[in-house]
């Protein structure tokens, strides 16, 4: 029988899980156990039990704590993340950025024991009013929340190692998350913008956004070999992911990202316009950069989500439009489906949707209209006067 690493055992299910002893709480001299089920072979499960008393140790986290600061039980929480590769990169990313702009300039400095529901309200309202961040600026609803993600976080794993008895995050409410409004073009403005755009070399990025209804990241990283012109659809397989200015590669928000797309005639018109403008100016353009993506600058090389967007925003004030994100052309494509009568569940699923609950909720603006034209065709079915012969 193979030996397995110390601490780790199986759970009789085919799982592994493992045990780790981080001290005696000096109060009670009872000991501090930690343990964490889910791996699925005893090397995973020894190589995480290894890693939390390795972080344990240099942090010199023991049971009952008590100069622990908020600094060094976020660093522990954090380099925890960092082990994890169940977590996307920009997951972590975001964790880190958000502790560092939101939590330590407040927080960080306070022993762990001082940090208190009411603290933790304190800080929550300060941040709401602009105090406490470095850019000043008061945060809305739903930033407060994303903020205190790795704040109860850090607090979980205290509980879990000891080092606090009681989370005092469940004793301090989120604030109550503000719903979004989708913003969209009307039909009339989308085509306006469209027609307004026509011969500009950027017209088949925006087409394929609003035609498509992909997120900003999928268009930039869509490349050609993902594209069948002949059977008239897009593959979904990845997309651009940003962590600060670099671009990286991401295998989706969920598992319904990954999909296919139908095309129309247009959309097939326009990348073949697409692919046509490309080549010929991967011939014309000096020190042009060889790529593999569909939409590139005039140079090569795939464009930046950030660079669609201000660039977006520039056109639509040029034309007297709304202002609208890359993403605003998204809720447009979907409003213009469900206006049409596309179904929201297939609406859903071809924008990668994983809840079409939840997509229908974010778009009833539209599904009041859906409702009565669906009752006036029932009617018309049911009790429209029979025709009368002439």
């Not at 008393?53 to 240099?58: E, G, M, N, P, T």
């Not at 992911?241 to 018109?269: F, M």
């Not at 569909?294 to 977006?312: C, D, N, R």
Request: proline fraction near 6%; charge should be positive; include cysteine.
């Amino acid at each position: 029988m193979p030996t397995k690493p110390e601490g780790v055992y199986c759970d009789g299910r085919g799982g592994w899980y493992f045990k780790a002893n981080l001290g005696r709480d000096p109060l009670t001299g009872k000991r501090a156990q930690v343990t964490k089920r889910g791996f699925r072979t005893a090397a995973a499960a020894g190589r995480a039990r290894r890693e939390l008393l390795d972080r344990a140790d240099k942090y010199m986290v023991t049971a009952g704590s008590s100069s622990l600061t908020m600094n060094g039980l976020l660093d522990l929480y954090l380099d925890g993340l960092d082990a994890d590769a169940r977590l996307a990169a920009k997951t972590r990313f975001d964790y880190r950025k958000n502790t560092d702009s939101y939590v330590r300039p407040v927080l960080g400095p306070r022993k762990v024991s001082e940090v208190t529901p009411t603290v933790i309200l304190a800080w929550q309202r300060a941040l709401a009013k602009g105090g406490g961040v470095k850019a000043g600026r008061a945060l809305a609803p739903n930033t407060i929340r994303l903020a205190r993600a790795p704040l109860a976080g850090a607090f979980k794993l205290a509980v879990t190692t000891g080092i606090v008895a009681v989370n005092p995050m469940l004793a301090a409410p989120r604030p109550a998350a503000k719903r979004s409004i989708a913003r969209y073009w009307t039909p009339e403005q989308a085509r306006q913008f469209l027609g307004m755009m026509e011969g500009d070399r950027t017209y088949p990025v925006w087409a394929v956004l609003l035609g498509a209804g992909l997120r900003i990241g999928e268009l930039v990283w869509l490349r050609w070999d993902n594209i069948s012109l002949t059977d008239r659809h897009v593959r979904i397989v990845e997309f651009a992911s940003t962590l600060g200015y670099e671009l990286v590669p991401s295998a989706g928000k969920s598992r319904d990202a990954v999909r296919t797309v139908d095309l129309d005639d247009g959309l097939v018109a326009v990348l073949r316009l697409q692919r046509k403008l490309q080549s010929a100016e991967q011939v014309q353009a000096v020190g042009y950069l060889a790529t593999e993506y569909v939409f590139s600058k005039p140079t090569g090389g795939a464009y930046h989500p950030q660079t669609l967007s201000k660039m977006l925003a520039r056109l639509a004030c040029e034309m007297g439009l709304p202002r609208l994100t890359a993403h605003g052309l998204r809720h447009t494509s979907a409003t213009l489906m469900l206006a049409n009568g596309v179904p929201p569940k297939v609406a859903a699923e071809r924008l990668g949707h994983a809840d079409a609950t939840l997509f229908t909720n974010l778009y009833s603006h539209v599904v009041p209209t859906m409702q009565r034209e669906a009752a006036d065709r029932i009617g018309a079915a049911l009790f429209a006067p029979p025709s009368v012969p002439a």
